[in-house]
């Protein structure tokens, strides 16, 4: 096991010696991430495993994130802690025809490269995990509607009918 999260793996050479690499991520270092975020001070936590699995007879691996992004609840407008844990497992392919019969819950990535970058690779799986409209589960919306008003039963037998001016035109 290495200690330390390399910028690029080859993912054939890690599946054949069975690596796992560990390491941690500032968050600032991923670019897309960070126009999402509200600030990127904190370490995403990695866990790679590769190994060839010998049911499905691909090569294969595991990713396990964890981090904590700060993003801006769309109910009241606040920064708000967002916790994200996600495990995936996936095989690498050359050609994606290949995997047509693997299970739904089995992530496919296509080899187009001999290395592919981890960096870019742990954004793209955090990329996935931010919700399209935040919301902190503990804010509420500091907003009124006032133009909405609440007619009661009594209030109602007080107006007029608006159609009885058309009786007067039968007459």
């Known amino acids: ?20 690499f560990v390491g941690r991520v500032n968050q ?5 991430l960070v126009e999402l975020i509200g600030s990127a001070d904190r370490d995403i936590q990695v ?29 009241s407008l606040e920064m708000f802690d967002f916790l ?24 496919v990535f296509e080899l187009t490269e001999d290395k592919m970058s981890s960096f870019n690779w742990v954004e793209e799986e955090l990329l996935l995990s931010v919700p399209l409209a935040p ?11 006032e133009s909405i008003s609440v007619i009661s039963d009594d209030d109602s037998a007080e107006k007029t009918n608006p159609f009885a001016i058309l009786q007067t035109l039968k007459k």
């Open 135 to 145: 919301i902190d589960d503990s804010s509420s919306m500091q907003y009124e509607n």
């Open 28 to 32: 600032s270092r991923l670019k897309r």
């Open 84 to 107: 994200v844990q996600s495990e995936v497992k996936g095989v690498f392919t050359e050609s994606l025809l290949l995997t047509k019969d693997l299970p739904a819950e089995i992530e």
């Open 47 to 75: 866990e790679l495993n590769f190994y060839y699995d010998k049911v499905l007879k691909f090569p294969a691996f595991t990713m396990k994130l964890e981090t904590v992004l700060e993003l801006q609840c769309q109910r």
């Open 1 to 20: 096991m290495l200690d330390k999260l390399p910028e690029f793996i080859d993912p054939i050479n890690a599946v054949n010696h069975n690596k796992q």
